[in-house]
Structure formats: structure tokens, C-alpha cells
């Protein structure tokens, strides 16, 4: 089992940043691909940026490509998701993800343990 806990949401301007933070317990996150996702009001949760385990390889979203940057550090066992040029449209709960194996892949499915999630609000 793998307890998940985010951290770092808010209030901000369009063009601001944010970082997120994704506390990990229970397991050694090094073991496991971490994802964020993304849910706006009356949207289905997408996926937005994933990482592997070293840190090496990341994937993201076309949306948010040049603006966020997914990062971890397995020795804090905590992923970081940094969001840069925030929109209106940045707007949703955030929640982290992980997954076993190397695939750093969009799938929401192949995701086991997820977060309680974070509110990311940005306002014009």
C-alpha cells in the first residue's frame, strides 16, 4: 500500500505559479511511476504530467507541455509538480498518482494509489 498526501494547492493569479507537492508513506516511491491528474467542475480527471521512478524519463500533456515540470526526490519519498504561466483553465483539484512498473504512461486506469487531491484555483 502506498499513502499518498498532496499539498501546496491555492489561490492564484492567471500567469502566477504554483508548486505542488506529493508526500508519499508506506512504500519506497522510487519503485513506482508517479502521475498527476487534474479534475475541473463537470470534466472527467485527465491526466497531466507523469515521471518514472528514477526521474529520468517524464511525459506530459500536450496542454500544459512548456509550462509545468514534474519532478521527485526518492529520498524525501515526495514528487513535485512546478506550474509556471498558470491559465484560467489550469483550474481543478490536482491529485498525484503512482503506479508500479516503468511506463510512464497517461492512462488513468493503470494507476492503483491515488491522493485525497489539492484545489488549484487561478483567477484573472
Known amino acids: 500500500q502506498v499513502q499518498l498526501v498532496e499539498s501546496g494547492g491555492g489561490l492564484v493569479q492567471a500567469g502566477g505559479s504554483l508548486r505542488l507537492s506529493c508526500a508519499a508513506s508506506g512504500r519506497t516511491l522510487s519503485s513506482y511511476v508517479m502521475g498527476w491528474f487534474r479534475q475541473a467542475p463537470g470534466k472527467e480527471r485527465e491526466f497531466v504530467a507523469a515521471i518514472s521512478g528514477g526521474g529520468t524519463i517524464t511525459n506530459y500533456a500536450d496542454s500544459i507541455k512548456g509550462r509545468f515540470t514534474i519532478s521527485r526526490d526518492n529520498g524525501k519519498n515526495t514528487g513535485y509538480l512546478q506550474m509556471n504561466s498558470l491559465k484560467l483553465e489550469d483550474t481543478a483539484v490536482y491529485y498525484c498518482?503512482?503506479?508500479?512498473?516503468?511506463?510512464?504512461?497517461?492512462?488513468?486506469?493503470?494507476?492503483?494509489?491515488w491522493g485525497q487531491g489539492t484545489q488549484v484555483t487561478v483567477s484573472s
Open positions: 498518482a503512482t503506479k508500479s512498473g516503468w511506463d510512464t504512461t497517461s492512462d488513468i486506469r493503470k494507476y492503483a494509489y
